[in-house]
């Protein structure tokens, strides 16, 4: 139990002194991995149909007419293309446009504590599908299970649909085996279920399956030089496990289809926490409504070497919080919004330029295959690459003397070895032109990939990275709208970044008028912040501006006490009114 739940961090952070106007300051460059602990895992849960498995079995079927073969081999065509290392690997299908006559109506069964309503999907000839839902509007206590040929339940609560709709309010489901989804909304009593709506927008008729074992894909397996990561563990050691169980393959919806790349749980300075932040491409993920559509696979890997198969892997659900991305580094930086599964690591990283030459280590799911490890070296930076209409201004230049990368490496994070022997991850894969067809001699042709620069990419995440962990503060992020459920049109937004909370309060004041108070928390104890309650006055809504006319004055104080992430106990004295209210956050 001990080796299981001890860290892998080396504790002593290494400090690089930059000087600022003749004074030292120390700033915390480069860290090293940290096992994910037991008691944080993602506890696997077995999920049961609402309805019964035989109900479950006989609902009606929304299926789509087959897919042209030409629409595959399209997606094929590009991908081989493509010099970039985004790959496609599946076919969005609209409802509206699809020509589906006749749209079934889902069943609706009462059952014990509410009702379900019970629809499948299907797209004859998938290898695995993703449905996109309307679920905006989910009202609290409804839940969502799926499942597809395997049998395996996946369940997600209305809050978490809400949170992951893109902008149009569509929510993806978990990934599921086959060519037919099955799909049970559960209501709860006290809910009309005719005010709930089961409501299929799209699909994505998935290509490769991100749940089975190579062999099985449809695009074609990676080259044969690709090295399975199992392979080198005996000879690279612990440090090396640790870098790869960082790793996770990635799915996600862009535009009219599923992708894949490849992503790094990544560590941070801050040892009373294991926040998820996950480091991948801007041209992987570039929005928030492919980061709320992400869906990760960890520890699709085969168990053997030399054997063509994954062992058990989790897929993680809930997409994530887009913190970073920008396309002149090609960096993306995001914050899961599930914790990762038992066994996952938090890697270690620096933020230093790299001194070329160096050896480096790739871990990647090319092709999305099972996942390969590259070794080769870093000879010095490439300016001005573009790849897909997308130019990174400064990469660092890699090259493999064994394994490669290919469509679905993208992402994947580029290490170098630190004197205490961890791995550290010093940028993401771009694209390039590696290939199993190189001659393994560094810059020959095909043989030479460029990587995202993290040293480039730091200033604008190092808040996340290196929070301002001194003294008290929140155990979680609190950003959001948070309002007392009985008082309508009146609350809170918070905005929180690191151990920073800014909050704003709209409410209607002992006058009755409507007011903006801005709160100005400070942290006594985890968890617990509070403060003045200031009101500002300004220039008159006109033309011109008059910064004289802006004031602030106090008019109270608070005190927000968090109990959880969706729930706080706020205390306020503003303009001699006292009152404790329970704040829930939506």
């Known amino acids: 139990m001990l080796e299981s739940i001890m860290k892998v961090r080396s504790l002593s952070l290494v400090l690089s002194l930059l000087l600022t106007g003749g004074a030292q300051a120390a700033v915390i460059l480069e860290t090293s991995s940290e096992a994910l602990r037991v008691d944080a895992a993602a506890a696997p849960k077995s999920e049961h149909w609402r309805s019964g498995a035989k109900a479950a079995a006989v609902a009606p079927l929304l299926q789509l007419p087959a897919l042209a073969d030409e629409r595959a081999a399209a997606v094929k065509r590009r991908n081989e293309s493509n010099g970039n290392r985004r790959l496609q690997i599946g076919i969005s299908r609209g409802i509206a446009s699809e020509a589906v006559d006749d749209l079934p109506q889902p069943q609706l069964q009462y059952v014990d504590g509410g009702a379900v309503l019970r629809l499948d999907v299907a797209s004859p000839g998938a290898v695995a599908l993703r449905v996109g839902l309307r679920g905006k509007n989910w009202p609290d206590g409804v839940e969502l299970r799926v499942a597809g040929a395997d049998g395996v339940i996946h369940a997600t609560d209305a809050a978490a649909a809400r949170n992951q709709a893109d902008g149009d309010g569509v929510f993806w489901t978990a990934v599921t085996e086959g060519e037919r989804q099955q799909l049970e909304l559960f209501v709860p009593a006290g809910i009309d279920p005719a005010g709930v709506a089961l409501r299929v927008d799209s699909l994505s008729h998935l290509l490769v399956s991100p749940l089975t074992a190579a062999h099985s894909k449809a695009l074609g397996d990676s080259g044969s030089c690709n090295i399975d990561v199992v392979c080198r563990t005996g000879s690279l050691g612990q440090s090396f496990v640790n870098a790869k169980n960082a790793v996770a393959r990635m799915v996600f919806q862009s535009g009219g289809g599923s992708y894949t790349c490849t992503g790094t749980l990544l560590n941070d300075t801050d040892d009373s926490s294991q926040i998820p932040w996950f480091f991948t491409a801007h041209h992987c993920i570039g929005d928030q409504s492919e980061a709320s559509s992400l ?11 030399g054997v063509d198969q994954s062992g058990p892997n989790t897929q993680l659900t809930g997409g994530a919080q887009l913190l970073y991305s920008q396309g002149s580094t090609d960096g993306a930086l995001l914050k899961l919004n599930s914790t990762p599964p ?3 690591v938090f890697a ?3 933020a230093n330029p790299l001194t070329p030459p160096v050896a480096v280590t790739g871990i990647h799911h090319p092709s999305g295959d099972i996942k390969k490890v590259s070794i080769g070296n870093n000879s010095g930076t490439r300016e001005n690459v573009t790849f897909d209409g997308q130019t990174a201004t400064s990469t660092w230049k ?12 993208s992402g994947s994070g580029l290490f170098t070895i630190a004197t205490n022997g961890g791995y550290q991850l010093r940028g993401g894969l771009f694209g390039g032109s590696a290939s199993c067809s190189n001659s393994g001699q560094g810059e020959s042709s095909g043989n030479v990939d460029v990587y995202s620069r993290l040293d480039l990419i730091f200033p604008s995440i190092e808040q996340y990275l290196v929070p301002a962990s001194t003294g008290p503060g929140p155990s979680r992020d609190y950003t959001g709208q948070w309002d007392v459920r009985t008082e309508g049109g009146r609350g809170i937004s918070m905005f929180q970044f690191g151990n920073t909370l800014f909050a704003v309060w709209f409410v209607y004041d002992s006058q009755g008028r409507p007011s903006w108070y801005q709160l100005d928390p400070q942290w006594s104890a985890t968890d617990v912040a509070g403060g003045r309650v200031v009101k500002f006055t300004g220039s008159p809504w006109g033309p011109t501006y008059n910064p004289d006319a802006r004031a602030l004055t106090q008019v109270g104080t608070f005190t927000l ?3 959880s992430g969706a729930q706080a106990n706020f205390t306020y004295n503003v303009d001699g009114v006292n009152r404790s209210v329970l704040l829930q956050k939506y």
């Open 398 to 409: 890699s090259s493999w003397s064994q394994g490669t990368t290919e469509g679905g490496s």
């Open 295 to 305: 869906a990760t696979f960890w520890n699709y890997e085969t168990p053997t070497c």
């Open 342 to 344: 038992a066994g996952a």
């Open 348 to 350: 270690g990283w620096n």
């Open 561 to 563: 006490n968090f109990t």
